[in-house]
């Protein structure tokens, strides 16, 4: 039954999604009520499968009866299942802040919506899996569709936006895919194992040169990497507000994962640490990253915009840490990666929740807001103080454990862009804070409004989150995350 996890992680909001538009046609009602269920029921299934992975090794599903290299196949090692655990965690949670009361009934759109977003999932769920590079981009795209309906979803400059992210999102598949035929034409396969036996040999091939560098662009547009980020923003800003959470935290995070595994489980770690030496320029793009993202961010008078470019940023951090090349940079990056994908889903549920709630989407209208938020502006501190790396919130001990990454690799300049990067958050945070807790004039009132139930769960749940995965950062590096190091590193 362990071997079959996988596929019913990735069958539970696929076939909901095939069955959904015939259910709506005469129970609209039931779109929202079945989507949170299975995106519930995926939570034990992914913990089930993380623990089958980590009594009995890796788990290899066949599709088909055909075996690899020659069929299709997924593999759930320590790296995939901690990703489908964060993945369906982050996911039921942002489900529940998309179904609140706080927004517009969707009416005739509620549908394809709610399909949209289990598509979303499952093909989330199919790239972590994925056991080859083509049925990797096949989902990629699959998501990719998803994001792009999704931002577009509200009509006037998100639908601009949505096309924006349409064409570059296109230009970087198309360039992915591109990288692929390189990689297959210089080895003959596409399978992740069977390339990493055969990719060491060919590490000074201008093919296969050319090749990855297509496919890391492509991906690099995926994941916003700067200076190739230039969808991301825009799309942030103005993707309606239920659907902001969900890109932020998802979409691009299962993006760099494919980054991670095609650099460390198809190029191999020997190859990227030593000889092609491939991490020293992950390493220089993630600082830049870093640095550019939070002093963008300062400058933005935009609430959901200064968020994104937060979160560029903290994508940049992500790479510092996996290019260090030791497996204590490594785990800081993963943990980080998990640490943002809350603290990201987080960020924009309190950004969606005042802008429907107060109609406050700029940073100088918050100051009209004291008195109305107390509980969400407690929420919004305790996730602000994990983005800016305050103990005992996870976003610090992601931090400290690529400084340590870093000190064990001499490379100080990492820590130097980590500190700059933090010392540039806290500066935009400060500037946020100010308006939120500043005194209210006379003849401008405190706004004040009943915040929805699913408000609350959705940011209690983030804000707690942060601090539970600082508080046992041990035990999920110890337990979870040493066994996501890749082989070789």
Known sequence: MTRHLPAILFLLPLGLAICLPLIGIKH?????????????????????????????????????????????????DGLASVMTVALSLVGLVCITFLSSVLFPYLGSRIVPFYTLVLLLIASLTGMVFAGDLFNLFVFLEVSALCAYALVGLAGGKALVAGFRYLILGTFGASLYLL???????ETGTLNMADLAQRVPPLVTSK????????????????MALVPLHGWLPDAYTY?????????????TKVALYGWIRIMFWVLGAQAVVYQIRLLVLVGILGALAALVGAFLALSQVEIKRMFAYGGLSHIGLILVGISLGNQTGFVGGVFYLLNDAVMQAGLFFWAGAIIHLYGVRTIEDLGRLQGGTGWMS??????????????????????????????????????????????????????????????????????????PLAVKISLGATSVAVIVLGLMSDHIVSFLLKNAVPPGL
């Open 28 to 76: 609209r009602e039931w779109c929202r009520p079945l989507s949170i269920g299975v995106l519930a029921a995926m939570v034990p299934v992914s913990f089930a499968n993380l623990l089958g992975v980590l009594q009995n090794g890796t788990i290899h599903y066949d599709f088909g009866g055909w075996a690899a290299p020659v069929g299709i196949e997924w593999v759930a």
């Open 179 to 185: 990288g692929v035929g390189y990689l297959y034409a």
């Open 207 to 222: 093919a296969l040169a050319v090749g990855v560098l297509f496919m890391f662009i492509g991906l690099g547009i995926k």
């Open 239 to 251: 993707a309606p507000d239920r659907v902001s959470p969900m890109l932020a935290s998802l979409v």
């Open 378 to 451: 407690v929420a919004l501190v305790v996730i602000a103080l994990s983005m800016i790396g305050i103990p005992p919130t996870g976003g610090f001990f992601g931090k400290w454990y690529i400084i340590l990454g870093a000190v064990e690799a001499q490379n100080y300049l990492a820590i130097v862009a980590v500190l700059i990067a933090t010392l540039l958050t806290l500066a935009y945070f400060v500037k946020l804070f100010e308006r939120v807790f500043r005194d209210r004039s006379a003849q401008q009132p405190a706004l004040i409004r009943e915040i």
